[in-house]
């Protein structure tokens, strides 16, 4: 066996590593190597992603890593399974365990390892244990004499190492830039020590040679090592969780009992085709080892009344028995094979959303039934990107605080490390300016960063529980949060076989929950979250046609609202009235997706009655419901096997690399089988390419159908509560802080549909905003600075007390900060009780409570003080700024109000009459609501901007000629002007923007 690099980093040691484990694998291969160790830095953080490029290159994979601690260091392989779960578990407790010490925990897991080091110290006390697997290691230019002396002294056997780091000499900024980073120190600060050295490289055997004249045995004992160590690892058994330490058998059939005692509840009894279906999910479940998942997953989703199970897993009957769904699959025809089949070789797992602020009380939940031995959470493996890398590689270069945020403050939301220093020159914020050449050199580092390792954060909602012990699969580490996660992101827990329960956080579905309650309290009505079917109400249908869905979940993006009011047309198209509204709910909330903006259009015009045929009769069965054209993601699968003859894996392997942008290699593969299946059939190029290009529409993100119902149904819930009960939704949606607006546009939407915004109140107002009837009350919540400590204390007086009856009562019942009290007077907390005009007043009263001489002489002091002054309540102006101050927004009135004078003077539209002016050219005012920055098919920025007035809220766009005219000015809080042609596609007017102003300039 040739030498075999035993001590290697790439981008998975953070802080470190330069290269990707695939460019090191491909150049060993080219090397002529046959094996190759991966040793990153205190981490197996990428050891699936190794495997799977290692395959690919031909490569023998050793797994290890370099144990670092702040007194010793050693690199550490594994030699087989016991040596891997000993790997897991030592750097677990390097993370996990205060105060571990190297030596120490290699005695405890020692086991199946072989141990290489310069580290006399450690070395010595390890011998005193075992010499077996114990070698001293020999690095050109790391002391390279004292570490053959310490060989010699120790009786133990050499082997070289060059520490490979870099595969170029030029890598060696990039790692020292990484280095800088993580130490938080500028490049010209670092020390010697603190980095790697120039020839720490990924050398040929013949050049280490050189290096070992004398101890030709260094080299040949690597060769020995690899033969030692395990190089055939699978990972691919899927690892199951255990319920309640029930066997295979017994969690089956607790399983199917659950499932069946289900099925009665949801449909009332068992016909036919409900036993049918239940009988071929029940078999695979049992074949596939997965009822022990299901069993855990149920439990969890106990938890609350109120979640929502999405993904794939919402097309299995088993998961709506056991309440873990809540959308029928029989009824809506979801197929369960998309989510588990005989031919399926990787474990899915199961999305749960629970309102927001539940989330953590089911986590706890999970680790107090399972515990941190056996659970974790999975991570996200949080790299460089965008304007934050480029922030980090201009502090390390000393570049001044003020020149960095000026420079990334102007770079584009879209903006990616990838580009290149032209890219941002060429953008229309740089318009007219040449970067220096500091600023090229630091651009051309940023993007050279990204993919790179920094650190780990909790995945949004991914539990790993396992039947024994989680860190023998992989080394745990403690999140902020002081939960254990895991050192693997989602996907390369799922290729190592770990199976994922996803518990998520949603605020809609805490809005509904908040709703539901305050409805409750106001009339006494209470609706049942599991049994309530709003499909049947007509009120909440025509709502979703007319694509008024500001606040409902999923629905109420520009975009979105857009996309319904052309489904149907307002008022509806008779053509479209037959059309279901749930099922073409799913189908929106499917489509509306990046790269399907063309299919978006043809899609309305054949659902509005424009005669279409399928690209091919293969295609007839699979896109008869969607009009032809592609919508959900399982839809890819059966493309590709109704026309190219793909087997159902293939299918659904093309289905994962398009939704999860694997490497365009894999792609290039599965787009040749594609083509050559196609016309194996005998179908023509033309047709094939325009049934790939409707697949690759589905690139980044897209959802399958079981998802999209999932989704649909809290959609249709939002939009029931939105018809019925406006006040008590609008409030429950500010409050939960959630949804795609700030709390100024619900609160204009709120007028817009009638309802009356009540300014905040110190006996009205509850910590979150309510809503009765027909009135909205702005929360205390909404004040900006108020301590949480100040705002508990007086809603906690006013429960005990009753209400405040005037502003000294208020003084003596509570012991508020004054800065606190302050804040409420300006935001007009007590204007209930005193009035508006004594505002000031209650300032001069709040002072002289604060003087020190009222509180040392006490009431002898309030007897001989001298009268307040009584101050002139302030004028319209100064209340209106006082307002914005404390509350962050006016609640009072519109934001375009303050400019009566202005509008008056402007000869201009309403928003509301848009579409009386289609195809002329007109003025608007309005106010910024959201706004998203996109790419054209050539790569030019330009921008959809939504805003409002006080008739109605409108949409813009701002093509690329007028984005790089006006972009510089784009801002938030101003009054724009607005100048352009009312432009109109399916019956909704949009406004393309040739001209801006801004009407506080007028």
């Known amino acids: 066996m040739p030498f075999t690099h035993l001590h290697t980093h790439s981008t998975f040691s953070p802080g470190w590593g330069v290269r990707t484990p695939a460019e090191l694998c491909a150049r060993a291969r080219g090397l002529g190597m046959t094996h190759l160790a991966l040793t990153d830095r205190n981490g197996l953080y990428g050891i699936p992603l190794f495997l799977e490029a290692a395959a690919e290159h031909g490569i023998r994979p050793l797994i290890g890593a370099e144990a670092v601690t702040a007194r010793h260091r050693a690199?550490?392989?594994?030699?087989?399974?016991?040596?891997?779960?000993?790997?897991?578990?030592?750097?677990?407790?390097?993370?996990?365990?205060?105060?571990?010490?190297?030596?120490?925990?290699?005695?405890?897991?020692?086991?199946?390892?072989?141990?290489?080091?310069?580290?006399?110290?450690?070395?010595?006390?390890?011998?005193?244990?075992?010499?077996?697997?114990?070698?001293?290691?020999?690095?050109?230019?790391?002391?390279?004499?004292?570490?053959?002396?310490?060989?010699?002294?120790?009786?133990?056997?050499?082997?070289?190492?060059?520490?490979?780091?870099?595969?170029?000499?030029?890598?060696?900024?990039?790692?020292?830039?990484?280095?800088?980073?993580?130490?938080?120190?500028?490049?010209?600060?670092?020390?010697?020590?603190?980095v790697a050295r120039p020839w720490d490289l990924l050398l040929a055997e013949s050049e280490l040679a050189d290096h070992f004249p004398h101890c030709p045995e260094a080299l040949e004992n690597t060769a020995h090592i690899a033969e030692l160590c395990q190089s055939d690892w699978d990972f691919s058994a899927t690892i199951f969780p255990a319920f309640r330490g029930l066997g295979e058998a017994e969690a089956f059939a607790a399983l199917e009992r659950r499932a069946r005692a289900g099925a009665l509840r949801r449909y009332g009894g068992i016909d036919g085709r409900v036993e049918a279906r239940l009988g071929k999910e029940l078999g695979i479940i049992r074949t596939k080892g997965f009822a022990h998942y299901f069993l855990v997953v149920e439990e969890l989703a106990a938890q609350s009344p109120r979640t929502c199970g999405r993904g794939s897993a919402a097309a299995s009957l088993v998961a709506y028995c056991l309440g873990i769904t809540h959308v029928d699959p029989i009824r809506h025809n979801?197929?369960?094979?998309?989510?588990?089949?005989?031919?399926?070789?990787?474990?899915?797992?199961?999305?749960?959303?629970?309102?927001?602020?539940?989330?953590?009380?089911?986590?706890?939940?999970?680790?107090?039934?399972?515990?941190?031995?056996?659970?974790?959470?999975?991570?996200?493996?949080?790299?460089?990107?965008?304007?934050?890398?480029?922030?980090?590689?201009?502090?390390?270069?000393?570049?001044?605080?003020?020149?960095?945020?000026?420079?990334?403050?102007?770079?584009?939301?879209?903006?990616?490390?990838?580009?290149?220093?032209?890219?941002v020159e060429e953008h229309p914020?740089?318009?007219?300016?040449?970067?220096?050449?500091?600023?090229?050199?630091?651009?051309?580092?940023?993007?050279?960063?990204?993919?790179?390792?920094?650190?780990?954060?909790?995945?949004?909602?991914?539990?790993?529980?396992?039947?024994?012990?989680?860190?023998?699969?992989?080394?745990?580490?403690?999140?902020?949060?002081?939960?254990?996660?895991?050192?693997?992101?989602?996907?390369?827990?799922?290729?190592?076989?770990?199976?994922?329960?996803?518990?998520?956080?949603?605020?809609?579905?805490?809005?509904?929950?908040?709703?539901l309650a305050a409805i409750q309290a106001n009339t006494g009505r209470e609706i049942d979250y599991a049994s309530w079917d709003p499909l049947a109400d007509e009120a909440t249908k025509a709502l979703l046609r007319s694509g008024r869905t500001m606040?409902?979940?999923?629905?109420?993006?520009?975009?979105?609202?857009?996309?319904?009011?052309?489904?149907?047309?307002?008022?509806?198209?008779?053509?479209?009235?037959?059309?279901?509204?749930?099922?073409?709910?799913?189908?929106?909330?499917?489509?509306?997706?990046?790269?399907?903006?063309?299919?978006?259009?043809?899609?309305?015009?054949?659902?509005?009655?424009?005669?279409?045929?399928?690209?091919?009769?293969?295609?007839?069965?699979?896109?008869?419901?969607?009009?032809?054209?592609?919508?959900?993601?399982?839809?890819?699968?059966?493309?590709?096997?109704?026309?190219?003859?793909?087997?159902?894996?293939?299918g659904d392997q093309l289905r994962k690399i398009i939704s999860k942008k694997h490497k365009g290699k894999k792609l290039e593969d599965y787009r040749r089988m594609f083509f050559a299946g196609a016309a194996e059939n005998g179908i023509g190029e033309e047709i094939v390419a325009k049934a790939w290009a409707q697949i690759l529409s589905f690139g980044g993100y897209s959802f399958c159908k079981p998802h999209s119902a999932s989704y649909a149904l809290v959609s249709c819930?939002?939009?029931?509560?939105?018809?019925?009960?406006?006040?008590?939704?609008?409030?429950?949606?500010?409050?939960?802080?959630?949804?795609?607006?700030?709390p100024l546009a619900y609160l204009s939407e709120a007028r817009r549909m009638g309802l009356q915004v009540l300014a905040p109140d110190i006996n009205a107002s509850e910590r979150a905003y309510s809503g009765r009837e027909r009135e909205v009350r702005v929360g205390l919540m909404q004040l900006q600075g108020l301590t949480r400590k100040g705002l508990d204390e007086l809603l906690r007086e006013r429960q005990r007390g009753g209400p405040y009856r005037d502003f000294q009562e208020f003084l003596r019942r509570t012991r508020l900060d004054p800065a606190d009290i302050r804040l409420l007077i300006k935001a007009g907390c007590f204007d209930a009780?005193?009035?508006?005009?004594?505002?000031?007043?209650?300032?001069?009263?709040?002072?002289?409570?604060?003087?020190?001489?009222?509180?040392?002489?006490?009431?002898?002091?309030?007897?001989?003080?001298?009268?307040?002054?009584?101050?002139?309540?302030?004028?319209?102006?100064?209340?209106?700024?006082?307002e914005l101050e404390t509350l962050g927004m006016l609640v009072s009135c519109h934001p375009l109000v303050p400019y009566r004078r202005q509008l008056g003077a402007l000869r201009r539209i309403e928003a509301a009459q848009l579409g009386n002016w289609v195809g002329r050219y007109v003025t608007l005012v309005g106010w910024w609501v959201t706004g998203k920055v996109v790419q054209t098919h050539r790569g030019e920025p330009m921008e959809f901007i939504s805003f409002e007035d006080t008739s109605a809220s409108f949409d813009t766009t701002f093509f690329p000629r007028a984005y790089t005219r006006f972009c510089r000015k784009l801002s938030r809080a101003r009054p724009y002007v607005l100048k352009g042609k009312v432009d109109e596609e399916f019956g909704v007017a949009t406004l393309n923007v040739e001209w801006v102003g801004f009407l506080d300039e007028e």
Request: aromatic share 8%.
């Open 551 to 650: 606040g409902c979940f999923y629905i109420e993006s520009p975009a979105t609202r857009q996309l319904l009011q052309k489904m149907w047309g307002d008022p509806p198209d008779p053509r479209t009235l037959h059309c279901d509204v749930f099922e073409h709910l799913v189908m929106a909330s499917s489509i509306i997706r990046p790269a399907a903006n063309n299919f978006i259009r043809e899609f309305v015009a054949r659902m509005r009655g424009k005669p279409w045929q399928a690209l091919h009769p293969r295609l007839d069965a699979v896109l008869a419901e969607t009009y032809g054209i592609a919508v959900y993601q399982e839809q890819i699968t059966q493309m590709a096997m109704a026309l190219a003859g793909f087997s159902a894996f293939d």
């Open 717 to 742: 819930k939002s939009a029931w509560l939105r018809s019925h009960y406006p006040a008590e939704f609008i409030a429950a949606v500010i409050s939960n802080q959630g949804g795609f607006y700030s």
């Open 833 to 882: 009780l005193e009035g508006k005009q004594k505002r000031p007043r209650l300032l001069w009263e709040l002072l002289s409570r604060e003087a020190p001489a009222a509180q040392a002489t006490g009431s002898l002091f309030e007897a001989a003080r001298p009268a307040l002054p009584s101050p002139p309540g302030y004028d319209d102006a100064t209340v209106l700024r006082q």
């Open 75 to 194: 690199v550490l392989l594994a030699r087989d399974a016991e040596g891997y779960a000993n790997l897991c578990r030592l750097l677990s407790e390097l993370h996990c365990r205060e105060g571990f010490e190297l030596p120490a925990g290699l005695r405890r897991f020692r086991g199946g390892l072989v141990v290489l080091s310069d580290d006399a110290e450690l070395l010595g006390a390890l011998c005193r244990d075992e010499r077996e697997g114990l070698y001293a290691e020999l690095s050109p230019g790391h002391n390279l004499h004292r570490a053959l002396a310490c060989a010699r002294q120790l009786r133990l056997p050499p082997v070289a190492t060059s520490r490979a780091t870099l595969l170029e000499p030029d890598d060696l900024e990039l790692h020292r830039v990484l280095r800088a980073i993580q130490l938080n120190t500028k490049l010209c600060r670092l020390e010697a020590e603190a």
């Open 334 to 423: 979801l197929f369960f094979e998309r989510f588990l089949n005989p031919g399926r070789i990787d474990p899915p797992d199961i999305d749960i959303d629970f309102p927001w602020d539940e989330r953590d009380a089911v986590l706890d939940f999970a680790f107090a039934r399972y515990g941190s031995r056996r659970a974790a959470m999975v991570a996200n493996q949080i790299g460089f990107k965008g304007r934050a890398a480029l922030r980090e590689v201009a502090k390390v270069y000393g570049m001044p605080e003020g020149e960095i945020k000026t420079m990334t403050s102007r770079i584009s939301g879209y903006w990616k490390a990838e580009q290149s220093a032209r890219a």
């Open 429 to 515: 914020l740089f318009e007219g300016e040449a970067l220096s050449e500091d600023w090229r050199s630091i651009l051309a580092v940023a993007r050279r960063l990204s993919g790179h390792l920094r650190h780990l954060s909790l995945h949004c909602g991914g539990l790993v529980v396992v039947p024994d012990e989680i860190r023998r699969y992989v080394p745990v580490e403690v999140a902020a949060k002081g939960l254990p996660v895991i050192q693997w992101e989602k996907d390369q827990a799922e290729s190592a076989g770990l199976v994922k329960i996803d518990i998520l956080g949603n605020r809609s579905l805490a809005v509904i929950r908040d709703a």
